[in-house]
């Protein structure tokens, strides 16, 4: 159980984290709303002349946040200048010009239509050879570490409850690694390349 101190001067019991929670009517709304977000956190972080560090998702949903994010970039100049990104995951082995590639995805729902400097990109190596796998994973988390951390997260949830390819049961600590990826998954990322 959690015990904070709240400011009133007493102590609250906590067992669940409460979570901020915004209901959309449409995904429509949502996604415009969150790419506001984001673009307000990148001009925030330009005018303290600072990076901001994005964490990035792939898959339907974070596609209309995208497309938001390059028509301000087109119409009001949101600049991707100062923009640093890490992408969540890639699937393995995978060569980043496959069109099933997350590098792939990206490149061609964001990455080509903005401003962000390529060495500023940062998505799984799906080619690595599985002899320096785990050491790969580690460093990539200590690049992450480097900038500071992500400043906003984009996540999805999946058909089974996934985050991340976290499926239900991974641990709260989980970082980056190899995993499995649960059949019905790999059925909907199927259906997403058609």
């Given at each position: 159980?959690?015990?904070?101190?709240?400011?009133?001067?007493?102590?609250?019991?906590?067992?669940f984290?409460?979570?901020?929670?915004?209901?959309?009517?449409?995904?429509?709304?949502?996604?415009?709303?969150?790419?506001?977000?984001?673009?307000?956190?990148?001009?925030?972080?330009?005018?303290?002349?600072?990076?901001?560090?994005?964490?990035?998702?792939t898959?339907?949903?974070?596609?209309?946040?995208?497309?938001?994010?390059?028509?301000?970039h087109?119409?009001?100049?949101?600049?991707?200048?100062?923009?640093v990104?890490?992408?969540l995951?890639?699937?393995?082995?995978?060569?980043?010009?496959?069109?099933?590639?997350?590098?792939?995805?990206?490149?061609?729902?964001?990455?080509?239509?903005?401003d962000?400097?390529?060495?500023?990109?940062?998505?799984?190596?799906?080619?690595?050879?599985?002899?320096?796998?785990?050491?790969?994973?580690?460093?990539?988390?200590?690049?992450?570490?480097?900038?500071?951390?992500?400043?906003?997260?984009?996540?999805?949830?999946?058909?089974?409850?996934?985050?991340?390819?976290?499926?239900?049961?991974?641990?709260?600590?989980?970082?980056?690694?190899?995993?499995?990826?649960?059949?019905?998954?790999?059925l909907?990322?199927?259906k997403?390349?058609?």
């Amino acid at each position: 159980m959690d015990i904070r101190y709240n400011e009133a001067g007493k102590f609250e019991e906590t067992r669940f984290e409460k979570i901020h929670n915004v209901i959309f009517n449409t995904s429509q709304e949502a996604s415009i709303a969150v790419a506001q977000e984001i673009a307000t956190l990148i001009r925030r972080k330009i005018e303290l002349n600072e990076l901001c560090v994005l964490g990035l998702a792939t898959g339907s949903s974070p596609i209309k946040v995208y497309e938001e994010l390059v028509r301000m970039h087109e119409e009001e100049d949101l600049s991707f200048a100062n923009v640093v990104t890490f992408n969540l995951d890639e699937y393995y082995p995978m060569d980043k010009s496959n069109v099933q590639s997350y590098h792939y995805f990206m490149q061609e729902h964001l990455f080509k239509y903005v401003d962000i400097r390529p060495e500023n990109i940062h998505i799984p190596d799906g080619k690595i050879g599985a002899e320096v796998l785990n050491d790969y994973c580690v460093d990539y988390e200590m690049k992450i570490k480097s900038f500071g951390g992500i400043d906003f997260q984009l996540l999805g949830i999946g058909r089974t409850g996934h985050v991340g390819f976290n499926e239900p049961g991974s641990h709260l600590n989980s970082g980056t690694r190899k995993i499995i990826l649960d059949h019905r998954n790999r059925l909907t990322a199927k259906k997403l390349i058609k």
